[in-house]
């Protein structure tokens, strides 16, 4: 392009009220040329004008500014030129504000006087799956290892419970009994009996093919007994009570309540994990008896109401069906859920961050491994109860 001559590129075909137009004073320098009124409801031109003319003169070493025909201008005008930035330094081009009005200088100055944090930008190029493989199971080998060190820890703090030496207030084990107990009867007592309404109502259809309607008092009764009544109760407290205590520690850990602690020389696992899991590990067997009886109830209601059987005749038929065995099946399955909810919600609390939404995923992760929990320890006792025969 000839020195004397001016490119014109408007915002519209038309004569628009931003224009901007180029000139070569010099081999090496092009000079931009503003006009018209740069504000946010204007028209702004593009900045990828700047860059053709970059690109289509490869003598271009400098670009200056020419604001005298510019009658206004806002944020919109310092995004155009914070673009041309951008473009000027990846050319290796120095970019002269001296044309600039001092307004605009100054917010310049103070827009490239912090450097952008790495990472600011959300980028959406997808890692390679080998890569992001390898870091699930990096993550995975991190978590096994701190819940097995955090497993060894409870259990060197229920060792000093035993001796006497475990230093925690009596009065939170107290209270965590009640709410791990008594409160949670009424949530334990809906579900225990919707759950043998169920499994009562789904036999009964079957069994009433056959006449043999009174098999639905041991089909209940077995069920909830040995399994059902500790699962229901262990999914109602992993989402009852290991959601609380991962709450309740988490919201410590970002308040540095733990660390007070540590700096007084009180350990976190005695004072804050051992009275939760005893607790729980105390009232999930009596719980998981509490929600045998009332499942037994919902399948009675089935069988009285809707089967025509007789209330003793019910009674006495599920008195048969059941026996010890049975029974101390289900106190194992609790104790173990017990044990396993209390862990998992501890955990997740020590393990929170330390912001307000690391409290809400530390308390949704809490849920979701005591349940998991919960159902593959199911499946390994039944398998070792099938092995041994009972």
């Given amino acids: 392009m000839p020195d004397n001559n001016q490119l014109h590129i408007a915002a519209e075909e038309s004569s628009g009220p931003c224009e901007i137009y180029f000139h070569q004073p010099g081999d090496d320098t092009l000079l931009v040329g503003l006009k018209g009124k740069w504000t946010i409801g204007e028209k702004i031109p593009a900045a990828d004008a ?29 995004t155009f030129l914070v673009k041309v930035t951008d473009q000027t330094q990846k050319s290796s081009i120095e970019f002269d504000d001296g044309g600039l009005p001092q307004g605009v200088k100054s917010l310049l100055h103070l827009a490239s006087a912090v450097p952008e944090r790495k990472g600011a930008r959300k980028e959406t190029v997808r890692e390679p799956i080998l890569r992001r493989i390898g870091d699930i199971a990096l993550n995975t080998g991190r978590s096994t290892v701190e819940f097995i060190n955090f497993i060894g820890a409870a ?22 009994i009640q709410q791990t107990g008594a409160e949670a009867l009424p949530i334990v007592t809906l579900i225990s ?94 719980l998981c008896l509490y929600s045998d009886l009332m499942g037994i109830l919902g399948g009675m209601i089935v069988g009285v109401g809707m089967l025509d059987i007789d209330v003793e005749q019910y009674l006495h038929q599920t008195q048969k069906a059941l026996n010890f065995t049975h029974i101390g099946i289900g106190i194992v399955h609790s104790i173990v859920f017990g044990i396993l909810v209390a862990l998992a919600g501890c955990l997740r609390g020590i393990q929170c961050g330390r912001s307000a939404s690391a409290v809400g995923d530390a308390t949704t992760s809490a849920v979701v491994t005591s349940i998991v929990a919960i159902v593959v320890a199911t499946a390994i006792i039944t398998v070792v109860c099938n092995v041994m025969g009972i």
């Fill in 193 to 286: 009996v919707l759950v043998g309404l169920i499994f009562a109502f789904i036999g009964a259809v079957q069994l009433m093919m056959f006449g043999a309607q009174i098999y639905v008092a041991d089909l209940v009764g077995i069920a909830m007994v040995r399994v059902m009544g500790a699962v229901m109760t262990g999914v109602i407290m992993a989402g009852r009570t290991g959601a609380a205590f991962a709450a309740q520690i988490g919201t410590m850990q970002v308040n540095e309540e733990i660390d007070a602690l540590q700096t007084l020389g009180i350990s976190a696992m005695e004072f804050l994990v051992l009275p939760r899991m005893l607790a729980l590990v105390l009232m999930m067997p009596l």
């Fill in 155 to 176: 259990f060197l703090a229920f060792l000093k419970f035993l001796v006497g030496k475990a230093r925690f207030q009596r009065s939170d084990l107290m209270l965590f």
């Fill in 50 to 78: 700047v860059q053709q003319q970059i690109n289509s003169h490869r003598s271009i070493r400098q670009i200056t500014f020419d604001t005298a025909q510019l009658s206004g201008w806002d944020s919109a005008l310092l």
